[in-house]
Nanobody, 125 residues
Framework: QLQLVESGGGSVQVGGSLRLSCTAS???????MGWFRQAPGKERERVGS?????????YADSVKGRFAISRDIANANTVYLEMNSLKPEDTAMYYC??????????????????WGQGTQVTVSS
């Protein structure tokens, strides 16, 4: 069973940047890796994903142009979520997700079997 560990969350001011990391317990070459977030009192929201084999990415409209997902070249079991131009509405718990059953990354959270424990991101004005 794949285990995922996120890190890199914290507090930042509006307009700032953060980079979240997600390290998997084993090889992720055949996986779709993604990020979801959930703020208190709100529904879980997809942030984006990367299909590791080939590197195809896709993002939610709310973060497009500000966030980027990439794979670490040096540590192939790690993916990053680079977050720029952060807004207060980006405040949430961010979760790394993974699954290997799809030729393309799915959109729905229910399709991802593996979840990390989450890392908190707080953006203040």
């Amino acid at each position: 069973q794949l285990q995922l560990v996120e890190s890199g969350g914290g507090s930042v001011q509006v307009g700032g940047s953060l980079r979240l990391s997600c390290t998997a317990s084993s090889n992720i070459d055949d996986y779709c890796m993604g990020w979801f977030r959930q703020a208190p009192g709100k529904e879980r929201e997809r942030v984006g994903s990367i299909y590791v084999d080939g590197g195809a990415t896709n993002y939610a409209d709310s973060v497009k142009g500000r966030f980027a997902i990439s794979r670490d070249i040096a540590n192939a079991n790690t993916v990053y979520l680079e977050m720029n131009s952060l807004k207060p509405e980006d405040t949430a718990m961010y979760y790394c997700v993974a699954d290997s059953r799809f030729a393309r990354c799915p959109v729905a959270a229910s399709n991802f079997r593996y979840w990390g424990q989450g890392t908190q991101v707080t953006v203040s004005s």
